[in-house]
């Protein structure tokens, strides 16, 4: 019988290296082993998991996790990390899959084809876009705002205590893959990059913004079941070229729309566990995330009770999951 998925959180402060020995509240701690992933070909073992810090990874791991320990008897350890330290875990073991990566080249670079601690499994199915929003009531009422151009004639409006005299760009947690402060500088605006912290900080911003008739304008991205409630408008940005953020202190364009995709280590990929396959063959939609993502962030449904409730609606796509 698998056992009860467990759940490691880190502190904001984990940003050194994996293994320092940190207790988790599930139990396990980063630097203990929590078993070989597999266990041996055809057994699945201890699954470790990664899991970033926004709902639409989360919604990734739970319904992965779900599927591993109900259909192949995993023991699924799920572990809080911010991106790079996920990495980090790929040639300890202490991870063996990140299930929502956005682009990140240089970590690529490092761990797959310098270190060859990682392998890429191929894309997760859903498009990535990241981009500065705004709430839907301001877009109606001042509709140029939504061409960069304009933002420095509203910069004023977006004050704060916390952003100097300039305009506010809210962004979310700084472990986010964003380049909006060198945007701001290279494209000369009148507005400071100041940190919400979390996701749920960026959606309270949103939600408020939008029912009180706030001057909001913040880092935001699909997929996120958040447009569903508050359709906020995307601020167009200089059209993004191949190469135009290759430097990332020159940056002066918009985000390119990514493929997400899926993360494994190496160790883990010639396991022969069967929660690789599952990890390999995983892919869905936008709406099949934003759907989980809802019924968690929402709904206040725990992410395993997300979880069985869309795979026990969607059976022939996780059974094409499995093969």
């Known amino acids: 019988m698998p056992q009860p998925v467990r759940r490691w959180r880190s502190g904001v402060a984990a940003t050194a290296v994996l293994g320092l020995t940190l207790t988790a509240c599930g139990g396990a701690k980063v630097g203990e082993d929590t078993g070989a992933a597999g266990g041996g070909p055809g057994k699945c073992g201890t699954f470790n998991l990664a899991v970033s810090p926004w709902v639409g990874y989360e919604a990734n791991a739970a319904v992965i996790a779900h599927v591993a320990e109900k259909e192949l008897g995993c023991e699924v350890v799920q572990k809080d990390l911010k991106a790079e330290i996920g990495w980090q875990g790929f040639e300890s073991g202490e991870v063996d899959a990140i299930v929502e990566n956005w682009g990140h080249p240089d970590l690529k670079k490092k761990y797959i084809t310098e270190q060859k601690t990682a392998v890429n499994l191929g894309p ?59 945007l701001v500088q290279n494209l000369k605006l009148d507005f400071k990059v100041v940190y919400a912290g979390s996701e749920t900080a960026l959606i309270q911003a949103f939600r408020d913004a939008e029912q009180n008739k706030k001057w909001v304008i913040g880092y935001f991205y699909e997929p996120q079941w958040l447009f569903s409630e508050v359709p906020l408008a995307h601020i167009d940005l200089p059209k993004h070229t191949a190469g135009c953020d290759a430097d990332p202190a020159k940056v002066d364009c918009d985000y390119p729309v990514f493929d997400l995709d899926k993360i494994v280590s190496t160790r883990f990929a010639k396991s022969g566990s069967p929660a690789y396959d599952l990890v390999k063959n995983f892919n869905w939609t936008n709406d099949d995330q934003n759907t989980v993502a809802k019924y968690i962030a929402l709904d206040k449904m725990t992410p395993e009770a997300a979880a069985k409730k869309w795979v026990e609606a969607h059976p022939d796509k996780v059974k094409g999951w499995l093969g």
């Open 124 to 182: 997760t199915g859903n498009k990535g876009i990241i981009g500065w929003y705004i709430p839907p009531w301001i877009a109606k009422k001042y509709p140029d705002i939504t061409n960069w151009k304009n933002l420095n004639k509203y910069a004023s409006k977006f004050k704060t205590s916390e952003s100097g005299g300039k305009g506010q760009l809210l962004d979310g947690d700084p472990s986010y893959q964003t380049n909006d402060e060198a």
